[in-house]
């Protein structure tokens, strides 16, 4: 009998649990909102903590192997020069301007008095060019033809590589104070190179990564090897065809980056470039390869003597800036890190905040609620109610109402973290400033998730604050005297 006595007083507290809980449903309801709102803020800062941290990794992981690709890359080619139209007058030639209209191979600014297309067609206006912006080793289109002297005149000078380079993409508008740009996102770059054996077969103006299928090879035509990022891109892999411009090709490799260069870099013969992006004897850089290291410094010294108007930059002058890159990407990641332990302190306090106001509502709550009761107590008492089942009964409710709370807060957690992480903490992305950003895209924030465990983790830390703040105003209410709670007004 004793035993039924039992089961039949704690069915009867969970009934009345959530009797009491339905009998103030708007209370109940604004009180689990409540409650909610801060269990989610206790489940998004911890997952945007996490997206952080996440972001900083990848971001010094995919710096620290562009770099080193970037350097192997230059450490391979020392006997490479890259020309490329300059976009001013170099110093120190004593030009002042007035060039007859086809002296040179491409137009150029500055000093030089270039007319737009004056040389090899072009203005190098975005969008002119196949639809998009001409880049690589120079921004104008160049006349192939008026190079073919740098072979020819040059001495130490053992192959040329004439090379035409077309990003594809789409226009953004960046805003720097009142003042907007317009700049060209590239979804895909279009590289042309000369199929010719004795180019391909004996210098690196191909990729050397290939990750599926295999390279280019001499004389060929109407077949492209993609990036793995065009890959993607285009949905597309080894055996494929791939539309490029309105134009069909097979795609025979993939290849993986080897710098900073070529991530979003697909590969054709130089002919099929031409006449893909309507740019026919036109070039935008060339690739110089001295016989060796010795003779670049004298090859690259007879190009500018020669042409003027190219840009010269050897082995040895990409090394140096790729090193300052590194000294610039250095500082940002630093700034980063500091962002990061600041995201770190700010989060901690903020889940402090929510804790506490977490059990300060379910316990002045739960206190109102034993104060507005404190009749119905003293008739449970003088029924026969001991202190440890009164006490039993309101922590009960608080339970469920943190229950409740915390489904709630896993909902809004689940589906608004990346919301309420962004407003509530500093992202990592934004501390490093427009400058970092590689050719091809790395990625400066990670999108913000909220886990299973987290959302346990979360539930569970509902339900152990639910119950800490009732457990004074239960306490409080199995204290009550009968006589004195049957006299309450």
Same mark, same amino acid.
């Given at each position: 009998?004793?035993?039924?006595?039992?089961?039949?007083?704690?069915?009867?507290?969970?009934?009345?649990?959530?009797?009491?809980?339905?009998?103030?449903?708007?209370?109940?309801?604004?009180?689990?909102? /409540?409650?909610?709102?801060?269990?989610?803020?206790?489940?998004?800062?911890?997952?945007? &903590?996490?997206?952080?941290?996440?972001?900083?990794?990848?971001?010094?992981?995919?710096?620290?192997? @562009?770099?080193?690709?970037?350097?192997?890359?230059?450490?391979?080619?020392?006997?490479? &020069?890259?020309?490329?139209?300059?976009?001013?007058?170099?110093?120190?030639?004593?030009?002042?301007?007035?060039? @007859?209209?086809?002296?040179?191979?491409?137009?150029?600014?500055?000093? !030089?008095?270039?007319?737009?297309?004056?040389?090899?067609?072009?203005?190098?206006?975005?969008? #002119?060019?196949?639809?998009?912006?001409?880049?690589g080793g120079g921004s104008t289109p160049m006349n192939e033809s008026l190079y073919t002297d740098i072979n020819s005149?040059?001495?130490?000078?053992?192959?040329?590589?004439?090379?035409?380079?077309?990003?594809?993409?789409?226009?953004?508008?960046?805003?720097?104070?009142?003042?907007?740009?317009?700049?060209?996102?590239?979804?895909?770059?279009?590289?042309?190179?000369?199929?010719?054996?004795?180019?391909?077969?004996?210098?690196?103006?191909?990729?050397?990564?290939i990750t599926a299928g295999r390279n280019l090879q001499a004389g060929e035509s109407g077949v492209v090897i993609l990036s793995e990022n065009n890959s993607? +891109?285009?949905?597309?892999?080894?055996?494929?065809?791939?539309?490029?411009?309105?134009?069909?090709? #097979?795609?025979?490799?993939?290849?993986?980056?080897?710098?900073?260069?070529?991530?979003?870099?697909?590969?054709?013969?130089? *002919?099929? /470039?031409?006449?893909?992006?309507?740019?026919?004897? #036109?070039?935008?850089?060339?690739?110089?390869?001295?016989?060796?290291?010795?003779?670049?410094?004298?090859?690259?010294?007879?190009?500018?003597?020669?042409?003027?108007?190219?840009?010269?930059?050897?082995?040895?002058?990409?090394?140096?800036?790729?090193?300052?890159?590194?000294?610039? +990407?250095?500082?940002?990641?630093?700034?980063?890190?500091?962002?990061?332990?600041?995201?770190?302190?700010?989060?901690?306090?903020?889940?402090?905040?929510?804790? /506490?106001?977490?059990?300060?509502?379910?316990? !002045?709550?739960?206190? +109102?609620?034993?104060?507005?009761?404190?009749?119905?107590?003293?008739?449970?008492?003088?029924?026969?109610?001991?202190?440890?089942?009164?006490?039993?009964?309101?922590?009960?409710?608080?339970?469920?109402?943190?229950?409740?709370?915390?489904?709630?807060?896993?909902?809004?957690? *689940?589906?608004? /973290?990346? !919301?309420?992480?962004?407003?509530?903490?500093?992202?990592?992305?934004?501390?490093?400033?427009?400058?970092?950003?590689?050719?091809?895209?790395?990625?400066?924030?990670?999108?913000?998730?909220?886990?299973?465990?987290?959302?346990?983790?979360?539930?569970?830390?509902?339900?152990?604050?639910?119950?800490?703040?009732?457990?004074?105003?239960?306490?409080?209410?199995?204290?009550?005297?009968?006589?004195?709670?049957?006299? +309450? #007004?």
């Amino acid at each position: 009998m004793e035993n039924l006595f039992r089961d039949a007083i704690c069915l009867g507290i969970v009934s009345r649990a959530f009797r009491n809980l339905s009998r103030r449903k708007i209370r109940a309801l604004l009180v689990v909102i /409540a409650l909610g709102f801060s269990m989610a803020i206790m489940i998004a800062v911890p997952a945007g &903590i996490a997206a952080n941290q996440s972001a900083t990794q990848n971001l010094t992981g995919n710096l620290s192997n @562009t770099l080193t690709q970037t350097e192997a890359t230059i450490n391979q080619t020392l006997t490479q &020069i890259d020309c490329g139209l300059a976009s001013s007058a170099p110093s120190g030639f004593g030009f002042s301007g007035n060039f @007859t209209p086809g002296q040179f191979g491409g137009g150029g600014r500055g000093d !030089f008095n270039f007319t737009p297309g004056q040389f090899g067609g072009g203005s190098g206006i975005p969008g #002119e060019f196949g639809g998009g912006a001409l880049g690589g080793g120079g921004s104008t289109p160049m006349n192939e033809s008026l190079y073919t002297d740098i072979n020819s005149s040059i001495s130490g000078v053992v192959a040329v590589a004439p090379i035409l380079t077309v990003s594809e993409g789409h226009n953004v508008t960046v805003t720097f104070g009142d003042r907007s740009f317009t700049r060209l996102v590239a979804d895909y770059i279009i590289e042309g190179v000369p199929l010719n054996s004795s180019i391909i077969d004996n210098y690196p103006i191909l990729p050397a990564n290939i990750t599926a299928g295999r390279n280019l090879q001499a004389g060929e035509s109407g077949v492209v090897i993609l990036s793995e990022n065009n890959s993607a +891109y285009f949905g597309v892999g080894v055996g494929d065809r791939v539309t490029i411009l309105g134009q069909s090709f #097979e795609v025979v490799g993939i290849h993986g980056t080897s710098g900073a260069s070529d991530r979003a870099t697909l590969y054709m013969s130089l *002919s099929d /470039a031409q006449a893909l992006t309507g740019n026919t004897g #036109e070039i935008t850089s060339l690739e110089v390869f001295a016989d060796t290291t010795d003779d670049v410094t004298a090859v690259s010294s007879a190009i500018s003597a020669l042409h003027a108007e190219l840009d010269v930059v050897t082995a040895q002058e990409r090394l140096s800036q790729l090193q300052q890159q590194q000294t610039n +990407y250095d500082a940002q990641l630093a700034n980063a890190q500091a962002t990061l332990n600041q995201t770190q302190s700010q989060a901690f306090e903020e889940i402090i905040v929510a804790v /506490a106001a977490t059990s300060l509502i379910v316990l !002045f709550v739960m206190l +109102y609620t034993v104060r507005e009761r404190t009749k119905e107590i003293g008739t449970l008492k003088a029924i026969g109610f001991s202190n440890r089942t009164v006490m039993s009964q309101f922590m009960l409710e608080g339970i469920l109402l943190s229950l409740l709370a915390g489904v709630v807060g896993v909902a809004i957690g *689940s589906i608004a /973290a990346p !919301f309420l992480s962004s407003v509530l903490l500093p992202t990592v992305g934004n501390s490093l400033g427009a400058g970092f950003r590689f050719t091809g895209g790395l990625a400066s924030t990670t999108a913000v998730t909220v886990n299973p465990e987290l959302m346990l983790i979360g539930f569970g830390v509902s339900v152990m604050l639910g119950a800490l703040g009732s457990v004074y105003p239960a306490w409080r209410a199995s204290k009550t005297r009968p006589a004195e709670a049957m006299r +309450y #007004e």
